[in-house]
């Protein structure tokens, strides 16, 4: 560009031949040529001006959103500091919340005060004094907070809401924060944080209230009235000002600045220059102003070529963090997509291969030795997959404790498997974090490309479903990829679909299992287990679909559909006159936790002391969970018995066992089996039976498949026997005609058979 002005200085125009007008010359050329060039400069130095004007305003409104924007991330970090402490002390009192909200307030940030609901209802409140009427608001029930509340509840991300009006003046953000608690490597809602964030003092502290500047807010874009902007005035966004926007996540801000006074008008100075020029030398004059002005351009053009390399720099390094992980310097999810959708536009004669690694332990690193002990671990895996990999391939983490690895070649498959074998070999030898020796280990999933042209996203996937069966069958192994996977997953879909058909179809019955007292081997109740009337396989057993129901928390609907139905039969049992004392039905975490379920078992009919609910001792003993511990109560409370199903399996403790006080103890058959033949094995079923006795808890045995099994179990003072050895599970009508002759009914046999 340089050369190309020099070129153009150098074409001077030629003197031509005027005769004796040519002593004239001289000056009407300077004269013309002064007036063109004041006219040329004037308009030069204007657009100079309103570039430069509008590059500072950019800055400076630049540097406004850039505090307004760190101000509000420092409110919600506060926030999220908060919800650490609530992470580490679900149960803390008013007075240790107000503790730790009280260091929050002593940070300097923009919050106004701030609440924790549990279970979307407010029972804590900072500070205390003017906030007490909201302690016991639900969100719930709130039309203004349900949304925002859900929102964070179901999204697990911090949700941004406002500005709002507040009833007792100004205007606020409203910050949610959901809380989620790690019990049992499962992640369970805890509840809100919420924080009001004073808009004023944001404004104030952020500068835009001392700004030199007149800057304007907006939620809109193109606001059409005073009303659509919540900073500043309407005219401002119509001033062809300068924008910005402002991504909160939840809402995005439009900004928009102008000078004070509004953008300056050039001064034209045409005749004082001309004035001056014909002072001046005609001829020297226009050129040392071009030679101003030509410099002044320069200038000018090479202060914004700095700024379109600095531009473009800072767009490259944006778009690098975008593409790479912070923490390990690995590419990310992003990159690994951005390269497929490359590869899948340029296929070439190679293949491709993924495989998918996941840390084995690394949940338990976190929650042992802290999250910082979490990123070296990461940091360590990383160098130790790097010094793995060849030239030609490459790493990325793609989540938490999730890498993929890419390879490829002309027959990928040796190189995939041997480079899975050895990345789990190297997670699975010893790292050290603080001096410690720690045991991570890893899980590897495999797939290639069959062919070049085989979709890269259904290639990623394959080796996720790879990952999955790797870490079912034990975790520290690699699987390849198959269509027996494939067929396996597919099936697992089409047994989901097919569930949640059968539960609209009445599919789910169930099959009633006797119980028998160990002294007169008379019916002392039944369990009613759940089968599946499937219209091709038959009766299904709770092994084929009841894992796939937790997978699409279908479980309560089962347990639901199973409880209504056995309650039916009972009523049928009565009337035909058969004593069947107890209905023993399986309830699950899942239903227990159902916020409608007392509501529910309100409005069925059911004799006290006739209804038995079963619980897994995993889930009834946790101790953790208040709402569950408070469900049971309840439940109790109603006249339902409470039962702890496969009892000495689970990690349940002789006081959280004391503090539930279950109506009876069933001993998981695993326990049951080996009694026979093991003396140590029986002095255990016997100090079960003697807990249970001491506390007033009936005993009964699953799985008595002998009559041996029961004699030795009579003998140790157990109470009930349910087993095969008595009777196995059957449907209804079965189980009718199995108690009447048990019970001495046949006239009543021929009766209902006929009524039947």
Same mark, same amino acid.
């Given at each position: 560009?340089?050369?190309?002005?020099?070129?153009?200085?150098?074409?001077?125009?030629?003197?031509?031949?005027?005769?004796?007008?040519?002593?004239?010359?001289?000056?009407?050329?300077?004269?013309?040529?002064?007036?063109?060039?004041?006219?040329?400069?004037?308009?030069?130095?204007?657009?100079?001006?309103?570039?430069?004007?509008?590059?500072?305003?950019?800055?400076?409104?630049?540097?406004?959103?850039?505090?307004?924007?760190?101000?509000?991330?420092?409110?919600?970090?506060?926030?999220?500091?908060?919800?650490?402490?609530?992470?580490?002390?679900?149960?803390?009192?008013?007075?240790?919340?107000?503790?730790?909200?009280?260091?929050?307030?002593?940070?300097?940030?923009?919050?106004?005060?701030?609440?924790?609901?549990?279970?979307?209802?407010?029972?804590?409140?900072?500070?205390?004094?003017?906030?007490?009427?909201?302690?016991?608001?639900?969100?719930?029930?709130?039309?203004?907070?349900?949304?925002?509340?859900?929102?964070?509840?179901?999204?697990?991300?911090?949700?941004?809401?406002?500005?709002?009006?507040?009833?007792?003046?100004?205007?606020?953000?409203?910050?949610?924060?959901?809380?989620?608690?790690?019990?049992?490597?499962?992640?369970?809602?805890?509840?809100?944080?919420?924080?009001?964030?004073?808009?004023?003092?944001?404004?104030?502290?952020?500068?835009?209230?001392?700004?030199?500047?007149?800057?304007?807010?907006?939620?809109?874009?193109?606001?059409?009235?005073?009303?659509?902007?919540?900073?500043?005035?309407?005219?401002?966004?119509?001033?062809?000002?300068?924008?910005?926007?402002?991504?909160?996540?939840?809402?995005?801000?439009?900004?928009?600045?102008?000078?004070?006074?509004?953008?300056?008008?050039?001064?034209?100075?045409?005749?004082?220059?001309?004035?001056?020029?014909?002072?001046?030398?005609?001829?020297?004059?226009?050129?040392?102003?071009?030679?101003?002005?030509?410099?002044?351009?320069?200038?000018?053009?090479?202060?914004?070529?700095?700024?379109?390399?600095?531009?473009?720099?800072?767009?490259?390094?944006?778009?690098?963090?975008?593409?790479?992980?912070?923490?390990?310097?690995?590419?990310?999810?992003?990159?690994?997509?951005?390269?497929?959708?490359?590869?899948?536009?340029?296929?070439?004669?190679?293949?491709?291969?993924?495989?998918?690694?996941?840390?084995?332990?690394?949940?338990?690193?976190?929650?042992?030795?802290?999250?910082?002990?979490?990123?070296?671990?990461?940091? /360590?895996?990383? %160098?130790? $997959? #790097?010094?793995?990999?060849?030239?030609? &391939?490459?790493?990325?983490?793609? @989540?938490? =404790? +999730?890498?993929?690895?890419?390879?490829?070649?002309?027959?990928?498959?040796?190189?995939?498997?041997?480079?899975?074998?050895?990345?789990?070999?190297?997670?699975a030898t010893p790292v050290l974090v603080n001096d410690r020796e720690c045991r991570i280990g890893g899980s590897a999933g495999v797939a290639w490309q069959n062919n070049s042209d085989d979709d890269l996203?259904?290639?990623?996937?394959?080796?996720?479903?790879?990952?999955?069966?790797?870490?079912?069958?034990?975790?520290?192994?690699?699987?390849?990829?198959?269509?027996? /996977?494939?067929? %396996?997953? $597919? #099936?697992?879909?089409?047994?989901?679909? &097919?569930?949640?058909?059968?539960? @609209?179809? =009445? +599919?789910?019955?169930?099959?009633?299992?006797?119980?028998?007292?160990?002294?007169?081997?008379?019916?002392?109740?039944?369990?009613?287990?759940?089968?599946?009337?499937?219209?091709?396989?038959?009766?299904?057993?709770?092994?084929?679909?009841?894992?796939?129901?937790?997978?699409?928390?279908?479980?309560?609907?089962?347990?639901?559909?199973?409880?209504?139905?056995?309650?039916?039969?009972?009523?049928?049992?009565?009337?035909?006159?058969?004593?069947?004392?107890?209905?023993?039905?399986?309830?699950?975490?899942?239903?227990?936790?159902?916020?409608?379920?007392?509501?529910?078992?309100?409005?069925?009919?059911?004799?006290? @002391?006739?209804?038995?609910?079963?619980?897994?001792?995993?889930?009834?003993?946790?101790?953790?969970?208040?709402?569950?511990?408070?469900?049971?109560?309840?439940?109790?409370?109603?006249?339902?018995?409470?039962?702890?199903?496969?009892?000495?399996?689970?990690?349940?403790?002789?006081?959280?066992?004391?503090?539930?006080?279950?109506?009876?103890?069933?001993?998981?058959?695993?326990?049951?089996?080996?009694?026979?033949?093991?003396?140590?094995?029986?002095?255990?079923?016997?100090?079960?039976?003697?807990?249970?006795?001491?506390?007033?808890?009936?005993?009964?045995?699953?799985?008595?498949?002998?009559?041996?099994?029961?004699?030795?179990?009579?003998?140790?003072?157990?109470?009930?026997?349910?087993?095969?050895?008595?009777?196995?599970?059957?449907?209804?009508?079965?189980?009718?005609?199995?108690?009447?002759?048990?019970?001495?009914?046949?006239?009543?046999?021929?009766?209902?058979?006929?009524?039947?």
């Amino acid at each position: 560009m340089v050369a190309v002005l020099k070129s153009d200085h150098h074409q001077r125009p030629r003197r031509p031949n005027i005769g004796g007008f040519g002593v004239f010359l001289p000056a009407v050329l300077a004269i013309f040529t002064i007036a063109a060039v004041v006219v040329f400069a004037d308009h030069e130095r204007a657009k100079q001006i309103r570039v430069a004007e509008r590059a500072s305003a950019s800055e400076q409104l630049a540097t406004l959103s850039a505090r307004l924007e760190t101000n509000i991330n420092g409110n919600v970090s506060l926030l999220q500091g908060l919800v650490a402490a609530i992470a580490t002390e679900p149960q803390m009192s008013q007075a240790r919340f107000s503790q730790f909200s009280g260091q929050l307030f002593r940070a300097t940030s923009q919050l106004r005060n701030v609440a924790g609901a549990p279970d979307l209802v407010v029972r804590y409140v900072f500070p205390e004094g003017p906030n007490q009427k909201a302690i016991g608001l639900d969100y719930r029930t709130n039309d203004e907070q349900r949304a925002g509340a859900l929102m964070a509840r179901n999204s697990h991300n911090i949700v941004l809401a406002g500005p709002v009006n507040l009833v007792q003046g100004g205007s606020a953000l409203i910050a949610r924060c959901p809380v989620y608690l790690s019990v049992d490597k499962a992640q369970i809602f805890w509840g809100i944080i919420s924080g009001v964030i004073d808009l004023g003092r944001l404004y104030e502290d952020s500068g835009l209230v001392a700004a030199d500047m007149d800057v304007a807010l907006s939620l809109q874009t193109e606001p059409k009235a005073q009303q659509d902007v919540f900073f500043g005035k309407l005219d401002t966004f119509n001033g062809d000002p300068v924008r910005l926007s402002l991504n909160l996540g939840y809402n995005t801000w439009e900004l928009a600045a102008v000078p004070k006074g509004g953008w300056a008008t050039h001064s034209h100075v045409i005749f004082f220059r001309i004035g001056l020029a014909v002072v001046s030398l005609c001829i020297i004059a226009p050129l040392i102003w071009a030679g101003f002005l030509m410099r002044a351009r320069h200038r000018t053009i090479v202060q914004l070529q700095r700024r379109e390399d600095e531009l473009e720099r800072t767009k490259r390094t944006l778009e690098h963090q975008s593409l790479h992980d912070s923490l390990t310097g690995l590419p990310n999810r992003r990159y690994v997509d951005q390269m497929i959708a490359s590869q899948s536009a340029d296929r070439g004669a190679e293949r491709l291969a993924f495989i998918h690694v996941d840390l084995d332990r690394f949940k338990e690193i976190n929650d042992t030795l802290g999250h910082a002990a979490g990123d070296e671990v990461l940091r /360590l895996s990383t %160098a130790r $997959l #790097q010094t793995i990999l060849g030239p030609e &391939e490459f790493a990325a983490r793609i @989540g938490g =404790d +999730e890498f993929v690895i890419v390879t490829g070649g002309q027959d990928p498959q040796h190189r995939a498997v041997a480079l899975a074998a050895k990345i789990v070999a190297a997670l699975a030898t010893p790292v050290l974090v603080n001096d410690r020796e720690c045991r991570i280990g890893g899980s590897a999933g495999v797939a290639w490309q069959n062919n070049s042209d085989d979709d890269l996203h259904q290639l990623l996937v394959n080796a996720d479903i790879s990952l999955y069966e790797a870490k079912k069958r034990g975790r520290g192994r690699v699987e390849i990829f198959s269509d027996e /996977l494939r067929a %396996a997953t $597919l #099936q697992a879909k089409q047994t989901a679909d &097919e569930l949640i058909l059968a539960l @609209g179809r =009445d +599919e789910i019955v169930p099959y009633f299992q006797p119980q028998f007292d160990a002294t007169t081997l008379d019916i002392s109740g039944v369990e009613a287990l759940a089968r599946w009337d499937h219209p091709r396989h038959g009766i299904l057993t709770p092994d084929r679909f009841l894992g796939i129901a937790e997978g699409i928390n279908r479980v309560a609907d089962i347990d639901a559909c199973i409880l209504e139905k056995a309650l039916f039969q009972s009523t049928r049992w009565a009337a035909i006159g058969l004593d069947v004392p107890q209905v023993s039905v399986n309830i699950s975490a899942q239903r227990l936790k159902d916020p409608n379920l007392l509501t529910k078992l309100q409005n069925i009919p059911f004799r006290k @002391g006739g209804l038995s609910f079963e619980l897994l001792e995993s889930i009834s003993f946790d101790g953790h969970d208040a709402a569950l511990e408070e469900a049971i109560k309840d439940i109790k409370a109603m006249g339902i018995d409470i039962e702890i199903d496969d009892f000495g399996t689970g990690h349940a403790s002789i006081v959280s066992l004391l503090e539930l006080a279950p109506k009876r103890l069933k001993i998981d058959r695993k326990l049951i089996a080996p009694i026979t033949t093991s003396q140590s094995q029986r002095r255990l079923v016997a100090s079960i039976i003697e807990i249970g006795r001491s506390q007033n808890i009936a005993i009964v045995a699953e799985g008595v498949e002998t009559f041996e099994q029961a004699n030795i179990l009579r003998d140790l003072g157990c109470h009930f026997f349910q087993g095969y050895a008595f009777a196995k599970p059957m449907p209804g009508r079965d189980f009718i005609e199995f108690a009447m002759q048990k019970q001495g009914h046949g006239e009543n046999l021929r009766d209902w058979a006929t009524w039947a």
